[in-house]
C-alpha cells in the first residue's frame, strides 16, 4: 500500500462543473505538494504547504484552489475548468523543515476536461 | 530561474545494453540533485540523489555523479534489464523554502528483451 493515496484516480468533467481531488498521506510528513504533469512537459509545481501553511503557490490561475485542513490531508478544488487543463494531477509529502530531497508521490488522479 | 534539460526520448534499448541518460541543469546555487523513476501506472519514486559536487549516487545497478564543472548529473546502468522501462525525470532542489523540487520534462525508457 502506497504512503501516499490519491482519489480519485481518473475523473472526467465538463468546464462548468465542480469537482475536488483529494491526497491523503500515511507516513508522517509535514510537507505536502501538487504537481501538474502533461504530456511532454516538465511536472509544474503548482502548490506547496509546509505545516498547514501555503508557502507556494506557482502562479496557478485561481480556477484551482488548494485546502490542506491538516498535515495529512490535501485538496484541490476545480471549477471552470479549460481543455488544457487535462493533466495528471500528482500530490506528493515530504518531512518539513530542511530540504532533504525526497518526495513521497501518490499515483496521480488522471483529469479530462471536455 | 533553476532548471533541468534532459534528453530528449523516447529512448529504445536492447536488454543488456548500456544505458545513459544526460541531464544538465542550471542554477544559482549549489543544489542537490536526484532521479526520479515512474514505472507504469504508479507515481514517482526516488531512485538515486547527490547532494554535493563529485557525490556518486547509486540503487539497483544505476548511478549517477554531481559534475559542477560540467552542470551534470548523468544516469548510467552497465546492462539494463526489462524491469528497468520506465520515465525517469532528473530533478534538483532549491535550498530555500521548503522542499521544492524542478523536473526536467522526463525520457521514457523503453527495453526490449
Known amino acids: 500500500e502506497t504512503g501516499v493515496t490519491q482519489t480519485p484516480r481518473h475523473l472526467v468533467m465538463g468546464m462548468t462543473n465542480k469537482k475536488s481531488l483529494k491526497c491523503e498521506q500515511h507516513l508522517g510528513h509535514n510537507a505536502m505538494y501538487w504537481y501538474k504533469q502533461s504530456a511532454k512537459k516538465p511536472l509544474e509545481l503548482m502548490f506547496v504547504y509546509n505545516f498547514k501553511e501555503q508557502t507556494e503557490n506557482n502562479s496557478v490561475p485561481s480556477r484551482f484552489s488548494p485546502e490542506c485542513p491538516n498535515s495529512s490531508h490535501l485538496f484541490l478544488h476545480l471549477h471552470t475548468l479549460q481543455p488544457e487543463d487535462s493533466a495528471l494531477y500528482l500530490c506528493a509529502s515530504s518531512q518539513g523543515g530542511r530540504v532533504t530531497g525526497e518526495l513521497f508521490f501518490g499515483e496521480g488522479s488522471r483529469l479530462t476536461v471536455l | 530561474g533553476d532548471s533541468v534539460t534532459q534528453m530528449e526520448g523516447p529512448v529504445t534499448l536492447s536488454e543488456e545494453a548500456f544505458l545513459t541518460i544526460n541531464c544538465t541543469y542550471t542554477?544559482?546555487?549549489?543544489?542537490?540533485l536526484f532521479w526520479y523513476v515512474q514505472y507504469p501506472g504508479e507515481g514517482l519514486q526516488l531512485l538515486l540523489k547527490a547532494t554535493k559536487a563529485d557525490d556518486k549516487g547509486s540503487n539497483k545497478g544505476f548511478e549517477a555523479t554531481y559534475r559542477k564543472e560540467t552542470t551534470s548529473f548523468h544516469l548510467e546502468k552497465g546492462s539494463v534489464q526489462v524491469s528497468d522501462s520506465a520515465v525517469y525525470f532528473c530533478?534538483?532542489?532549491?535550498?530555500?523554502?521548503?522542499?521544492?523540487?524542478?523536473f526536467g520534462q522526463g525520457t521514457r525508457l523503453t527495453i526490449n528483451p
Open positions: 542554477a544559482t546555487g549549489y543544489p542537490s
Open positions: 530533478a534538483l532542489s532549491e535550498l530555500q523554502g521548503a522542499q521544492k523540487l524542478v
